[in-house]
C-alpha cells in the first residue's frame, strides 16, 4: 500500500496541473467592444491583482474577506466561442487560439466578511493555457489584460 502511495505522487508530481491560474498582477492593455458608460481609457494601464485571498485593482477588490474562486474549462475555442453567453469574445477569437485551445472562465467571489455591502463577483474572468492572456466581459465588450 506504501508503494502505491508512493507512486501515485510520483505520477502526480510528473505531471503539473495546467488548470486555472489567476494569482499574479495583470495589466489592463485594450478594450475591444462598445463602451456604454464607461470610459475604457480611465481604465487601460490600470492593474489587476490576485493573491492568496486577496485582490485588488480596477475592477475588484477583496482583502482577506472570503475570497474563493471556481472555474469551467474549455478544451478548445470554439467549445468557448459556441457558448452564447461569450459572444463578444468573438474578436479576440485568433488571439484565443494563440493562447490556446484550453480556455479558463473564473467565478471569483468576496464574501465580504459578514457584510453584504461588501460582497463582490468578478465573472467573467477568462484566462487561456498559455496564462499570459485574460479577458474581463465589461458593457458591451471586454478589457484585454496581460501577465508577463
Same mark, same amino acid.
Given at each position: 500500500?506504501?508503494?502505491?502511495?508512493?507512486?501515485?505522487?510520483?505520477?502526480?508530481?510528473?505531471?503539473?496541473?495546467? #488548470? $486555472?491560474?489567476?494569482?499574479?498582477?495583470?495589466?489592463?492593455?485594450?478594450?475591444?467592444?462598445? #463602451?456604454?458608460?464607461?470610459?475604457?481609457?480611465?481604465?487601460?494601464?490600470?492593474?489587476?491583482?490576485?493573491?492568496?485571498?486577496?485582490?485588488?485593482?480596477?475592477?475588484?477588490?477583496?482583502?482577506?474577506?472570503?475570497?474563493?474562486?471556481?472555474?469551467?474549462?474549455?478544451?478548445?475555442? $470554439?467549445?468557448?466561442? #459556441?457558448?452564447?453567453?461569450?459572444?463578444?469574445?468573438?474578436? #479576440?477569437?485568433?488571439?484565443?487560439?494563440?493562447?490556446?485551445?484550453?480556455?479558463?472562465?473564473?467565478?471569483?467571489?468576496?464574501?465580504?466578511?459578514?457584510?453584504?455591502?461588501?460582497?463582490?463577483?468578478?465573472?467573467?474572468?477568462?484566462?487561456?493555457?498559455?496564462?499570459?492572456?485574460?479577458?474581463?466581459?465589461?458593457?458591451?465588450?471586454?478589457?484585454?489584460?496581460?501577465?508577463?
Amino acid at each position: 500500500m506504501k508503494k502505491l502511495a508512493l507512486m501515485l505522487v510520483a505520477t502526480v508530481a510528473a505531471f503539473p496541473a495546467k #488548470a $486555472d491560474f489567476i494569482d499574479t498582477t495583470w495589466s489592463v492593455v485594450g478594450w475591444t467592444g462598445e #463602451a456604454w458608460y464607461i470610459d475604457t481609457n480611465s481604465v487601460i494601464g490600470k492593474t489587476q491583482r490576485f493573491y492568496k485571498g486577496e485582490a485588488e485593482g480596477v475592477f475588484y477588490q477583496c482583502s482577506f474577506q472570503g475570497q474563493s474562486a471556481t472555474y469551467t474549462t474549455y478544451d478548445t475555442v $470554439d467549445e468557448f466561442l #459556441a457558448n452564447p453567453e461569450f459572444k463578444l469574445f468573438k474578436p #479576440a477569437e485568433e488571439a484565443l487560439r494563440l493562447s490556446g485551445p484550453q480556455v479558463f472562465v473564473h467565478r471569483i467571489t468576496c464574501e465580504g466578511d459578514g457584510n453584504p455591502e461588501n460582497r463582490r463577483v468578478l465573472y467573467p474572468f477568462v484566462t487561456t493555457q498559455k496564462r499570459h492572456s485574460a479577458y474581463y466581459i465589461f458593457e458591451g465588450g471586454f478589457f484585454s489584460l496581460y501577465t508577463p
